[in-house]
């Protein structure tokens, strides 16, 4: 489908884009790492913002600047913006995650400054009190951005900004909900495309493109018999190849639950009373990532639910090497996967796949749930 | 040949004082239900004092224990594999993989089974300490709480935020730990435990600053063991007491020039957690005459700082020398937040500022008239080894030697002594020092 092609066309060229939406419109570019970012502000101000993703090449720039024990991504991260890939952005944004991103940003800003960053504290959502102190924290990013660019954003432009967030939100979670059916419209690669492309675009394109593809698909019941159901979890995984693999040995992926994917928009904002109080409840209660998933790891259950809702027989738990959160939380949800009788594939990534033996273990992974499955039948 | 100083040294006479109470404090954590006392686990980084006002307790602190876990090999792979054995990683957390370790196999370092704690407590600070307290918690089937650390430096209000914040939250954590204990909260024992925890955490500061004369009269392998008082139980009346006394002879050998060595021809700013299980590394460099002077994680995780009238580190002020009040259950709560917004240790690593630490760590080396720094690439810990990287590019900067090493503070499978030692001597050499004992 053509909508494919665009959505791979903006993730390949994510830079072309973002200059060609400069040239186009005469607004400004802001890069935004993590999902915690309140975006709808950047966008209420004019301003596009992009998720910094992974090039998947390796490097050797950003070695002297982070430790080799913290995370592929994080490195790959900084190497693009130290070797100046995004020196087209007018500013950064992040909302605080792990160490290991708070790094690739801070060093970022050191020998890459732009001309605005924030860095903003969000909390984990431990607290009565997250939604009051992030409020207040989203405020305060907003005055410093109205103040950077001398001169405020105007309430039309933050509800019209909010709304077009929201659309998007809900548009993608039409689409997710598609994914529910017996023979799933689209795959999990296509899936991947769209979620990915969306973190790059204009969210206004993307909500076009969003409802051609819906009005495609929304009656779409074919494809292949008997493909293994899977969910991807883990942390952020822009790694389209790794999905093509999985799904080339007989197998869809029909849900994820990742940084780059549907907990972008599985909560909504409701529109409702003082929207930033409402941003700041939206992102305080999306489905946590694992370093927000704290107290009765309320992200769990998220996750155990979709596992449900969408009929997943095996889970790939994908995540980037040397992650202390998600490997934290493997035991844990390894067990819970078990009680369902869902088996759960770990593997760790590097900035570069290790084509071959990830696609044994793949392989393994999916002839033991079809036996599973004919054992069941 | 040039002629070599040489100082006079003694033994610290409070030196068996704080061997006594570290172990009688595990033998306290290890009888604690049948003392009647509560038992609580956390990290030991922050907000020891907020269940004093329950009574009769003790803090069982992650870090130290874990720490104390390490020192022993044989222990130390039991506790590692126990944990690789439930699917955990083995480049997680060290200090995780020793407490968990050691719950798991339902062995107390200092004897016994492992203390079942009434409860955790937890602040969520580097990306481990909110999760791990998860862990015991599940395992162990006991009641936690996890307190949320405002980092922001953003906008005009930020410090009466963040105050604000933690204040609320403490409120919350003290109704939540009358509901699962069944006390009622004391708020006199809260108010004397802050004042505590205010005054030693002073007084370790104190004592880390009289290391900048020269000759130091502490050296870092030897500050350990005086260091973890603060860190286990700074909130107690005990560990004050322990360091008037410390600080009161650290001052007096001042006075009479009595070194930590009797040769010092380099001092070294160190970093990081160090390799528990082998800290002779220190007595190694000390055949060069190379002492150890302190690190911003011996400094700033127990001791507390402000910027003196001179633009100086020195010891942060009381709450009573600031004229903070602390007559009501309000007045400690704002105290201790105040006193956590303020600590370095915090606010130079895990803040939204960009990258504090670096200039910190260039400061401290000045102040502490260092000739160079060593910085420890801990894989067993990514909240003290976030930005090391740039913490050496700083000091290259600066003008100021550095060396770096990997290793791990826990775990000897990642620790190459013979590597380590021979990157000193290159170091020591490219320094110009040269060794005045084999």
Redesign the interface.
Known sequence: MKIFDRFQEVIDKRHEYARDWKARTGGKVFGNMCIYVPQEIIYAAGILPVRILGSHETQDVAESHIHQMFCPFCRDVLAQGLQGRYDYLDGMVMAQTCLHMHQAFNVWQIYKPVLYSYFLSMPSPVSHKCDEFFTAEIKSFKESLEKHLGSPVEPADLKRSMEVYHTNRSLLRKIYDLRKKEKPPISGTEAAQMMLAGLIMDKEEHNKLLVELYENIKGKNEGPEEEIRLMLLGSENDDIEFIKLVEEQGAKIVIDDICTGSRNFWNNTTLKGDPIADLAAAYVNMPPCSIKNIGARPGFKHTMDLAKEYRVQGVIYAIQKFCDTYQFDFPAMEALFKEQNIPILHLEFDVTLAVGQVKNRVEAFLEMLRVSAFELV | MASITRYETRTLECWPKAKELRMSFYKEVARARELGKILVSGGSAVIQALPAGLGDYIFLGGEPYAASVSTDMAFQQSCSEAVEA????Q???GY?RMYLGSMYRNQFFFGGEFPRPHFCLQM?V???Q???F??VS?HLGIP?????Y???R??D??YD?GIK?LV??FN?AIEWMEKVTGRTYNDELLIQAVRNECMSTSLWADVCCLNKNVPAPLEHKSMFPLWVIGVMMRPRKDAVDFYSILRDEVRERVKKGIAALPVEQCRIMDDNIPPWFMLEMYRYLERYGAVAVGSHHTFFLAGSFETGPDGSLVRARTPDERGLPLRTREDALRAYAIWHMEKHFFSDQFS?E??PKPEMFVRTVREWKCDCAIIH?N?GC??N??????DR?ALLHAGIPVLTYEGNMVDKRELNMVQIKERFDSFMENMGVRKIKD
């Open positions: 439930r699917g955990f990683a480049d997680m957390c995780v969520t580097c990306d481990s909110g999760k791990w998860q862990q599940e936690y709480f996890s307190i949320d405002p980092g922001s953003n906008g209000d930020w935020r914040y609320d939250q919350e939204s960009v990258l690439q894989r990514e909240g080894s976030q930005g090391g990287a740039e590019l």
